[in-house]
């Protein structure tokens, strides 16, 4: 009997053990799935929305400046003479041309014919400044140790259709301080000109590890730009392509501005 007793006990023990010690790790296991599901949720529902220039999303981007607009004036060509007496000189990726037609939307319009017409005519306000300008493909094999006093890749973003929230324009550069440099003049200029919100909740892979930055000389300034999104924004990349095309025409001349 004694020693029926000593198992009884030592089984009501146990059980206690398992109430006392059980309760904090239900407990705990509770916090950690909720927890799970709030990131979930965060993660899901913060990439729909938008976040407006000079926001907490942007802090280390300078604050936009309407002053830059100046650099695009008449009184300013003369200036973008290289310190060499060169003319600068400056590499403009025509997103998806000579590859494929990136975004399509319901339309038929792609995004390589939106990113064509803003690229081209990016190009052309370049040289109007004396600036020697290539177009380049998006795999174009110039940009093998392709050098230049800046590079930029221009990209419209998706036709598809996710509600008001999907307006806005992106950036992406190299972890250069050139480049970082770029990205920031790019960032006030486009800004600036176009009015346009930093998405940057939807910035991607594609952009932060864009296969160009891979492929160019190391000290070539480079970014990659989403000039909008090709549904709430089609009305801007095309009837306006103006617009964008003087953004990163004055992105480039801040740039090129702080170089002399």
């Not at 110039?142 to 929230?165: F, K």
């Not at 952009?207 to 989403?226: C, G, L, N, Q, S």
Request: net charge negative; hydrophobic share 40%; aromatic share 10%.
């Amino acid at each position: 009997m004694a020693s029926s007793s000593y198992r009884d006990t030592d089984q009501e023990g146990s059980r206690s053990e398992r109430i006392v010690f059980g309760q904090p790790l239900l407990a705990i296991a509770f916090i950690a799935v909720a927890a799970f599901g709030m990131l979930m949720a965060y993660f899901f529902f913060g990439r729909m929305t938008q976040t407006p220039v000079n926001s907490y999303a942007v802090v280390a981007l300078a604050e936009p400046d309407t002053n830059i607009l100046e650099l695009g004036s008449a009184g300013f060509r003369e200036r973008w003479i290289a310190s060499d007496g060169e003319p600068f000189h400056v590499g403009i990726i025509s997103g998806h041309q000579g590859s494929d037609a990136g975004a399509v939307c319901d339309n038929g319009l792609t995004e390589a014919d939106v990113n064509r017409n803003i690229a081209n005519k990016v190009a052309e306000r370049l040289q109007e400044d004396s600036i020697v300008v290539d177009i380049l493909d998006e795999f174009d094999p110039r940009l093998d140790n392709y050098a230049a006093d800046v590079l930029v890749s221009i990209h419209a973003d998706s036709c598809r259709d996710y509600g008001d929230s999907l307006t806005g324009f992106k950036l992406a550069a190299p972890d250069t301080r050139a480049s970082l440099g770029l990205k920031n003049c790019m960032y006030q200029a486009y800004a600036t000109t176009t009015q346009l919100f930093y998405h940057v909740n939807t910035i991607t892979e594609h952009m932060t590890d864009y296969h160009v930055f891979r492929k160019i000389a190391p000290d070539t300034p480079a970014v990659i730009i989403e000039t909008g999104f090709m549904n709430r924004d089609m009305a801007l990349l095309t009837d306006q392509s103006d617009v964008p095309a003087e953004g990163i025409e004055i992105g480039i001349l801040c740039y090129l501005e702080q170089q002399q």
